[in-house]
Nanobody
Framework: QTQRVESGGGLVQPGGSLTLSCAAS????????MAWYRQGTGNQRDWVAR???????YYTDSVKGRFTLSRDNTKNMTNLQMSALRPEDTAVYYC???????????????WGQGTQVTVSS
């Protein structure tokens, strides 16, 4: 069974920085898109950033210039470097990836369990 596990959440003051990491465990033959989402209290889960298999990376407008998504295909990992954090960035952050566990398996949409990020003074 393929899973993704996030780490790196926590409490940070406004203007501070935090890096989230997400690693795939289990059987992984290939990974396509890697992405980060977030869900604030009472809100829907929104897309934050994504990296497609060609290496192109895209960001939602509210985080452009502040967040950086990186991926390491050799380690099946993705990081989200967050800087200049604002209280409105407070949310549970989820990583997601399109994973092909074996050469003959179908692509699967695999989500992490989420990690809390709180931006507060």
């Amino acid at each position: 069974q393929t899973q993704r596990v996030e780490s790196g959440g926590g409490l940070v003051q406004p203007g501070g920085s935090l890096t989230l990491s997400c690693a795939a465990s289990g059987s992984v033959f290939s990974i396509g898109t890697m992405a980060w989402y977030r869900q604030g209290t009472g809100n829907q889960r929104d897309w934050v950033a994504r990296s497609i298999s060609t290496g192109n990376t895209y960001y939602t407008d509210s985080v452009k210039g502040r967040f950086t998504l990186s991926r390491d295909n050799t380690k099946n990992m993705t990081n989200l470097q967050m800087s200049a954090l604002r209280p409105e960035d407070t949310a549970v952050y989820y990583c997601r990836a399109d994973i092909k566990p074996t050469p003959r398996a179908r692509w699967r949409d695999v989500w992490g369990q989420g990690t809390q990020v709180t931006v507060s003074s």
